[in-house]
């Protein structure tokens, strides 16, 4: 059984950091790829990053882009969102998604197995 977990959101301020983490579990080899979603009140759920299956390709939201970074450790089946130089529009629900996929995806619909999303907040 699949089973994908998020954990690290939590309260911080402008400018600060959080690391994010998704663990999964379940699936029959590590071909599958991560990715990152996030949902603000009153917003659709929206891209935020993908990791490949080995972790060789990546993508980000042009929000994030030089602010969030995605890795990739197979051996702990786990998945790191380095978030830095974090704003108020940051503040979400983060959702780690994960599929056998052939491409890095940041479309909601192309991935099968959610985690229960982790609250950010960013606030002074």
């Known amino acids: 059984q699949v089973q994908v977990v998020e954990s690290g959101g939590g309260l911080v301020q402008p400018g600060g950091s959080l690391r994010l983490s998704c663990a999964a579990s379940?699936?029959?080899?590590?071909?599958?790829?991560i990715g990152w979603f996030r949902e603000a009140p009153g917003k659709e759920r929206e891209g935020v990053s993908c990791?490949?299956?080995?972790?060789?390709?990546?993508d980000y939201a042009a929000s994030v882009k030089g602010r969030l970074t995605i890795s990739r450790d197979n051996a702990k089946n786990t998945v790191y969102l380095q978030m830095n130089s974090l704003k108020p529009e940051d503040t979400a629900v983060y959702y780690c998604?994960?599929?056998?996929?052939?491409?890095?995806?940041?479309?909601?619909?192309?991935?099968?197995?959610w985690g229960q999303g982790t609250q950010v907040t960013v606030s002074s």
């Open positions: 990791v490949s299956s080995s972790g060789g390709i990546t």
């Open positions: 379940g699936f029959s080899s590590e071909e599958y790829v």
């Open positions: 998604a994960a599929d056998y996929l052939s491409f890095c995806s940041g479309i909601y619909h192309d991935y099968d197995y």
